[in-house]
Each structure stands twice: as structure tokens, then as C-alpha cells.
């Protein structure tokens, strides 16, 4: 005999048509991080578009405030299996980025880049068409330093680890460069709906 609680609690059928496989629905917000906080200075702060090593443009802090800004609203999912409903987040999306900049993406693939020594891979077509940007504020206020303020990219189409925090530029690479955890066994995509946690997945 299998006693209620042993199975858990089913799912409401709309809760559930949200969650991607493995994933399970939480309240709060994890802090999840390879290290202690980076100390970022806004008044040094800049972000900084490359092409291979070649400095393309960058911005400071108040100059990225005065870009264009875009607001999002939707679930987020991490990769050890938490999935968060109803974010509001807002940024700089990566459109009005390189509109700002008077350039459209050199490659097809790129690496965001953290002020911890942080980054991780995306696909150029993944941030393009209003699907990503750099996010600067979370429910109306500064993203807290401890979910990668003052600004993180922000791809919620693809697990959490990809929107990388505390990050001061996006490198243009000609090749689908691994980062941090990709280089460590994670997928190189890491589509939420397909499960793609691990190199094979």
C-alpha cells in the first residue's frame, strides 16, 4: 500500500503545463553561485562588446541606464531542477544592445563574460528577436548583488545557469566556445523542455 504521502502532492493541471520535465516549483528565489561575490564598483563598472579580443564597444554604468529598456515577465528554471513562476524582470535587450552600438552580431555564437572569471556560451539566434537581454533590475529594484547585480544576462527560454550574473561583456567567438560549466559536463544549449543538463542529454 502507497500512502498519500509517500507520492506527494499532484500538480494543478495549468501548474504543471508550466513545469519542464524533472523540474519541481518553488516560492523562493536559490542562491546558487561557484564563489563569494565579486565586488563591482559602478563607478568603474562597464560593459564591454568583443569580437575575439578586439574591444568592439562599452559602455559605463550611466550610459547603459540610458539605453533603451525592456520588461519581461515569466518563469524562470534553474538546472538542479527548481522552476520559479510570475519573474518580472527589466534590462537592455540584446536588439536594442547592438542597435546601440550600430553593429549587427559578427558571428553566430558568443560568451558572456562575469567580473568573477564566470562565463558561459549562448548561440547569438538565442538572444536575438526580444528573447534575451542584460537585466539590471528585478521586480522594479536592483537586481541584489546575491542574484548577480548590478546586471546579469538575463535567457529564460534556457536553464538558469546561462544567464550569467554579475556580467561586463558579451566576446563574439567564430566557434561554440564552451565555458565554465560547460568545460565542467553541462550541456552546450541546455533547453529546459528537452531535459539538456549534461553533455549527452
Known sequence: MVTRGFVGRRQPPETGARLPPGQYLTQDFPILQIGPNPAV??????FTLREGARPITSWTWAEFEAL??????????CVTKWSKFDTDWEGVSIDDLLAAAGIAAPTGYLLA???????????VADLLGGRAMVATRYRGEPIHPDHGGPARLFVPHLY?????????????????????????????????WREQRYIGD
Open 41 to 46: 564598483d559602478l563607478a568603474t563598472w562597464r
Open 68 to 77: 533603451p529598456r525592456t520588461a519581461w515577465h515569466g518563469d524562470i528554471h
Open 113 to 123: 563574460e562575469s567580473y568573477d572569471d564566470y562565463s558561459t556560451n549562448v548561440p
Open 160 to 192: 538558469f545557469w546561462k544567464s550569467a550574473k554579475w556580467v561586463k561583456g558579451l566576446r563574439f567567438t567564430q566557434e561554440d566556445t564552451a565555458g565554465y560549466w560547460e568545460l565542467r559536463g553541462y550541456h552546450m544549449y541546455g533547453d529546459p
